[in-house]
């Protein structure tokens, strides 16, 4: 157990310091959200039935939670780089624990997620996103938000090691982007028929969304749904338990297989 | 524990899907010593390589690497080996320093960062130590990369193709190293496309082809299988087959033509084959001859002439 977390510090170390030596591209992939969330609030916004206002409120949980799900992505990418890059075969040739390298990527990737959210919170403020509920509820929202980032990233880093090619890993992640699409993250999901809607709201992104609206004091938790949006806290937490419970031990055991 | 192999390998075989790429692979590596594994390309060094660091599990057959056994054992396999390759990189996100360190802790090296500026200081990284590894020139990222195989004292080093596409300073740097780790008692086995490097390097040559083993000996003994390399140089092109069936006629053996350099050799053993002799027979044979010789085999010959020759090696 020492050794793994003594090898698990050292991999959350080599990725923090990934990061640190190439800030540009941190700060990039904040863009993507903070620019959604202004061209999806003024711009598709105003077609909507929703006011203005009101819909930048109900997007920015969407938008976190969307963004939480690119886990998938960048955790898939980076498990590929380092397999295509053969630093994960130098890593299978030392004396390193088997689950400190999957691990430590996720870990690593949450603090880095955790920074990078900021900037989306901070331009939220400005459109007018508040906190209604209370502390206590607010923090359980971003605990929720972070442990379905885990769980988003863990399912990433699988994929990543089992395509190993960096262009597959591109391709296919670009593509996680309309998982949020098919879920309430931007729209909300009464007025869908019920066969889509049913998809929708079984979407894992939609339970943790309506789980951060219900927290935050944003929205109200639909009537009707199905069963994870409409036990949205249970629903967010059974489906990250599931998702990292399947999806960490595979990601171990495939980087451990030889 | 007295081990005196350090790499010891019975009948490893690895398949994929339709391909064997290994076939019973035997090697018996003597603890420090140079090992130099040839054979053209397909003929499964690469996987030979990746079956004896653990990378691979081979479908049957048994290793011990520094006495540990290769399947069973993998974790002390790991503890005792080091990987250079062309598959087995450094981080190219991080500086050289900070991929030193991070090898350095993982194997529990007391004083990560002094061994990290040690290591930078002996390969001539320590100007380019804080750059990303992403921007080195490919000699820079070899000595690196051998650099990080090193942050703890391996029993046994494995070098695939350590100098492939390298220039020939970097090239000498790296076998400069590897000579002096040899030297302190490092078992080291390399695989390599030059033929030079591995007859400078190695003190045994295992042969490779399709698989298997064809031969094992120094560089010398495997030349001295060979005997004497006889060489003809012709005025025309036209000259080369006479020339060719002069020598096929005196050695027995299938002459190579080189019709760049208007040259035809082939190996011989027959010690009554002198050099006037092979002038007399090639004038004799009215072959326009401007140059002969009777040479030492390079280990060239040697290659071409126990393995399976495929174009791209003729």
């Known amino acids: 157990m020492s050794t793994f977390a003594y090898d698990g510090a050292a991999m959350v170390g080599r990725q923090l310091r990934r990061v640190r030596n190439s800030p540009g591209l941190a700060v990039l992939s904040q863009l993507m959200p903070v620019n959604m969330l202004l061209f999806f609030g003024y711009v598709f916004g105003s077609a909507l039935a929703m006011p203005g206002p009101e819909y930048r409120s109900f997007l920015v949980p969407g938008l976190l939670v969307a963004t939480a799900a690119g886990g998938v992505m960048t955790g898939m990418f980076q498990a590929a780089q380092d397999t295509h890059r053969g630093v994960m075969d130098r890593f299978r040739t030392m004396p390193v624990s088997r689950a400190a390298v999957p691990l430590g990527q996720a870990v690593a990737d949450l603090a880095v997620t955790a920074v990078g959210t900021v900037p989306l919170l901070l331009v939220g403020l400005a459109v007018g996103w508040r906190v209604e509920g209370s502390a206590a509820e607010a923090l359980g929202a971003v605990g929720l938000l972070l ?100 999806f960490l031990p595979l990601a171990v055991r495939r980087y451990g297989h030889r | 524990m007295t081990t005196t192999y350090a790499v010891l390998s019975e009948g490893l075989e690895k398949r994929f899907g339709e391909v064997r790429a290994l076939r019973g692979l035997d090697l018996a590596v003597r603890q420090g010593s140079v090992c130099g594994l040839l054979g053209p390309n397909g003929a499964g060094k690469t996987t030979a390589v990746r079956l004896l660091t653990t990378l691979l599990r081979p479908d049957a057959g048994s290793a011990r690497i520094a006495g540990h056994d290769l399947v069973r054992d993998a974790a002390a396999v790991r503890r005792s080996i080091a990987v250079t390759g062309q598959y087995a990189s450094v981080d190219g996100d991080l500086t050289g320093r900070e991929n030193l360190r991070l090898f350095a802790r993982l194997h529990r090296v007391r004083g990560p960062n002094d061994r990290a500026a040690e290591l930078l200081d002996r390969f001539g990284l320590t100007e380019a130590a804080d750059r990303k590894a992403a921007g080195y020139s490919g000699g820079m990222r070899r000595r690196l990369d051998l650099a990080a195989s090193l ?18 300073a970097s090239r000498n740097g790296i076998r400069e190293a590897v000579r002096a780790l040899a030297t302190d008692g490092t078992t080291v086995l390399l695989t390599t496309q030059y033929l030079e490097e591995a007859d400078r390097l190695a003190d045994e040559i295992v042969l490779l082809d399709r698989g298997r083993v064809t031969r094992t000996g120094s560089p010398a003994e495997l030349k001295a299988l060979i005997g004497w390399y006889a060489e003809a140089v012709v005025a025309d092109q036209d000259a080369l087959p006479k020339a060719a069936a002069v020598l096929d006629r005196l050695t027995g053996a299938e002459p190579k033509l080189d019709h760049e350099r208007l040259t035809v050799g082939a190996p011989t053993t027959d010690p009554t084959l002198t050099l006037p002799r092979l002038v007399r027979e090639l004038d004799a044979a009215a072959v326009p001859l401007l140059d002969a010789s009777l040479r030492p085999p390079t280990l060239d010959d040697v290659f071409l002439r126990f393995l399976r020759l495929t174009g791209s090696h003729a």
Not at chain 2, 151 to 168: A, H, K, N, S, Y
Request: net charge negative.
């Open chain 2, 151 to 168: 942050v703890r004292r391996p029993e046994v080093l494995f070098l695939d193709e350590p100098t492939t596409g390298l220039d020939p």
């Open chain 1, 147 to 246: 442990l379905f980032r885990f769980a988003c990233t863990t399912v990433g880093i699988f994929l990543g090691l089992l395509t190993r090619s960096e262009e597959a890993a591109g391709q296919l992640g670009a593509s996680t982007f309309v998982l949020p699409l098919l879920s309430n993250a931007y729209i909300p999901t009464g007025n869908l028929p019920g066969w889509l809607r049913a998809l929708a709201e079984w979407n894992p992104i939609s339970a943790v969304t309506t789980a951060l609206r219900d927290l935050f004091g944003d929205a109200p938790v639909p009537a009707g749904a199905a069963w994870p949006v409409a036990h949205p806290v249970a629903g967010s937490l059974a489906w990250s338990a599931v998702l990292i419970a399947v």
